[in-house]
Each structure stands twice: as structure tokens, then as C-alpha cells.
């Protein structure tokens, strides 16, 4: 064999063990990637100047944006990043049209679960279905329920065998004149600042609450714990569009309120759950009452909760009343509410 003559790996006491720096570099790359701890996919960025600063920076930067009603009588604004979530499964839309000489306005805010599909397809069909309904103007409550329904209906027909388990929450508001309309299944909450008041206008759709899972036992399923309260022991919502294979338990009827525009309602406040977990209402009217520009407003509460912890994706649509309201720096007072977390 021609060569070098190998050298014997122990041949004596004074020998030691020789590692190719190949394999050396190889072995140090498995230590990190497997024991280096996994925080966000912001990591990099914690305790940054950037981060002190937004908080979010490439990739995890928010997508924001915001305008005007050509009338002059609101603006709004979003925000909506991935937060510490690897995948994307918020959706957002803000919308003004004209239908039969009226502005309208139409903001929402849709949490995916199970993927982002079934929030994705709310998102571009639950308000274009709505302002073709016949009833939009002369009965806008029964035009929404209707319209949340037949929408559930459409993606459930749409819906391959692959995404069975797909599913979303809907918080939505609809503007009209002096009328304020939400609406929304699951827990993506609406909360609005009324002369300084923190009030909930939704209602977070749980399994354990007694109406929601009396409804569900009486449709033949049932609520246990696993982590959560959750339906079937899957889902943490009681009501959502999608959710094929719950579907007899999980409905899309929505709660609908309205509140009229007058000079004491300030802002509405709508956002997923990746805000409400970690921020009160009460907290996120203040942060948001002294910044009048309602894009960096959303930014800001985004921001808070991505600084809190909050481990989901973070999704936040802000419309501020610009005739005749009253705005002020102080804090506000949290209205009786049973959501105030």
C-alpha cells in the first residue's frame, strides 16, 4: 500500500485523540442547532436597539397601512405581524364602498386555526357577500347573520377532504351613517373607547360558557378539558366559519350589537386573540386614546403585545369617529364587562 504509514490512535499513554477539523465544525453546528434554545423567530433581534425601539424588525416587521373616508367622518388603521409564530394564519380587510349613496365602512379581523385557508377565504368573500345582499340597507342585522352563514356555507362546499380541520374566528364592523354594527363568531374580540369607557362590544365565544355549552350538549357533543376548554376536546371556540368535521357543534351565527356614532364614541378597537391574551381592554384603550393617527396606533398595541410575550399571531384594525369626538390623554374607565383580560 503505497502512502504515509498510519499513525495507531493509542498507542501509548502520552497519545491523544485527533479530530479532523471537518468533523470538529460538523459536531459543533449539531450542539447549537439541537441545544441552542428556540425563542421567536425574532431571536436575533431581543435586547437590540431595534427591538427596544419596535420590536419587530425583516421578516417580523408588521404589515400596516391605514386611510380616510372620502367624507371625512373616520379613519382607520392596521396592523398585523406573525408575532413569535413560525406561520401566518391572521387575515385583515378595511374597506370603503358606496352602496345606494351611502359610505360604508367594513373592517375586520379573521384568526385561522387548523391553517390559514379558512380565513383567508372569509376574508375575501364575507363583505363582498354582504353588500350584495338585498337587505343590506333596509335590514342590516338579519343581511349580516345571513350573510355569515351562507359564507360558512360556501367554503364548507369549497372545502377539500385535506382541510377538513380548517377553521377561523370573525370580528367585523360594519359603519353606516350613525350606525356602528359588530359582529363576530370566536374569540377575536371588538372593544370601543365611548367618552372614555372601555367597552366590550363582543363577546369571546368559549366552550365552557354555560349557554355556549348547553347548545353543544344539546346538538349531541360535548366540552372537555385538554389544556383548555375545548369542544370535542379539540377546539378552544365555540363558534367559527369552517371546522367541517365540528360543524354540528361549532356554528357561524354571529352576535351582532350596534352602538350609534356620536360625539362620545372615540375609536373601535378590533384584534385577534394574539392582543387579548396578553392585553386588557382597558389597557389598550389607553395606549391608543392620546395617538391620533390610528395606523400607528395599531402599531403600537402590536408592538406591546409582541413586548409581553404573546406567543400567536397578532392582528389589529383600528377606526377612529373624527366629527364631533372627544379625545383626551387620560385614562379611561373599564365599563362592566365579563372580558376585561
Not at 425601539?53 to 396592523?79: I, Q, R
Not at 386614546?289 to 400567536?312: C, V
Amino acid at each position: 500500500m503505497h502512502g504515509r504509514p498510519s499513525r495507531p490512535l493509542a498507542s501509548s499513554s502520552s497519545s491523544s485523540f485527533f479530530l479532523p477539523p471537518r468533523v470538529f465544525l460538523f459536531l459543533v453546528v449539531v450542539v447549537v442547532v439541537v441545544f441552542l434554545p428556540r425563542r421567536s423567530s425574532c431571536w436575533w433581534l431581543e435586547g437590540t436597539e431595534e427591538e427596544e425601539e419596535m420590536g419587530f424588525a425583516g421578516d417580523c416587521s408588521p404589515v400596516s397601512g391605514g386611510g380616510l373616508s372620502e367624507n371625512g367622518k373616520f379613519s382607520y388603521g392596521y396592523a398585523s405581524a406573525p408575532g413569535k409564530r413560525a406561520s401566518m394564519e391572521d387575515f385583515y380587510e378595511t374597506r370603503i364602498d358606496g352602496v345606494d349613496g351611502e359610505t360604508i365602512g367594513l373592517f375586520g379581523v379573521f384568526d385561522g386555526h387548523g391553517g390559514a385557508r379558512a380565513a383567508e377565504y372569509v376574508k375575501q368573500h364575507l363583505f363582498s357577500n354582504l353588500i350584495k345582499h338585498p337587505k343590506f340597507i333596509s335590514d342590516i342585522k338579519s343581511a349580516i347573520a345571513e350573510t355569515y352563514n351562507h359564507t360558512d356555507s360556501e367554503f364548507l362546499k369549497a372545502e377539500s377532504s385535506h382541510t377538513r380541520d380548517a377553521g377561523s374566528t370573525a370580528s367585523t364592523a360594519i359603519l353606516v351613517g350613525d350606525r356602528l354594527l359588530v359582529a363576530n363568531v370566536g374569540d377575536s374580540r371588538a372593544v370601543v373607547c365611548r367618552g372614555g369607557d372601555a367597552i366590550a362590544v363582543s363577546r369571546d365565544h368559549k366552550p365552557d360558557q354555560s349557554d355556549e355549552r348547553q347548545r353543544i350538549e344539546d346538538a349531541g357533543g360535548f366540552v372537555m378539558w385538554a389544556g383548555t376548554w375545548r369542544v370535542g376536546g379539540v377546539l378552544a371556540v365555540s363558534r367559527a366559519f369552517g371546522d367541517k368535521l365540528l360543524k354540528q357543534y361549532v356554528v357561524a351565527d354571529p352576535e351582532i350589537k350596534e352602538e350609534v356614532v356620536d360625539s362620545s364614541l372615540e375609536f373601535l378597537i378590533l384584534a385577534s386573540d394574539g392582543l387579548w391574551d396578553v392585553v386588557s381592554n382597558k389597557e389598550a384603550v389607553d395606549m391608543v386614546r392620546p395617538i391620533q393617527d390610528p395606523e400607528q396606533a395599531a402599531k403600537r398595541l402590536l408592538q406591546e403585545a409582541y413586548q409581553r410575550g404573546s406567543a400567536d399571531n397578532i392582528t389589529v384594525v383600528i377606526v377612529r369617529f373624527l366629527e364631533g369626538t372627544t379625545t383626551g390623554g387620560g385614562p379611561s374607565r373599564e365599563a362592566a364587562s365579563d372580558q376585561n383580560s
